[in-house]
């Protein structure tokens, strides 16, 4: 089965960032990473579970996954027949309380 990608305007967001920031110092690098995020995004269509569950890592049990990227990690769920993006954010900023964070404001 093949999953639908949704991306969450927070994680479009992060991308844009994330490109803003290294185009600082350097343009080619920036659309490098740029582009090697969203080829990782495009592979959970076909293989949603290849990223680690994060409850794996933390103990809170939760639906999120992620994906490594460089220092970045690419965080999504598989919801049904749609695999959602919710954040990208780099590994050593303390991204449990961004994530969990933006999860609370949801509700």
């Known amino acids: 089965m093949k999953y639908k ?4 305007p927070m994680a479009i ?3 844009q960032q994330i490109k803003a920031y290294i185009a600082e110092d ?10 090697s995020i969203y080829s990782k995004i495009e592979k959970l269509a076909d293989f949603p579970e290849i990223g680690v569950s994060l409850d794996t890592k933390i ?3 939760t ?7 460089g220092v970045y990690l ?3 769920k598989i919801e049904g027949e749609f695999v959602s993006v919710y954040r990208i ?3 050593v900023r303390d991204y449990l309380s961004i994530l969990f964070s933006d ?4 509700d």
Do not use: H, P, W
Request: proline share 0%.
């Open 59 to 61: 103990n809170i049990k």
């Open 89 to 91: 954010l780099n590994g």
């Open 103 to 106: 999860e609370l404001s949801e």
């Open 5 to 8: 990608i949704r991306i969450n």
């Open 74 to 76: 690419i965080f999504y």
């Open 63 to 69: 639906n999120y996954r992620f994906l490594v990227c």
């Open 26 to 35: 350097n343009q080619g690098a920036a659309a490098k990473m740029g582009t």
């Open 13 to 15: 967001a992060d991308v």
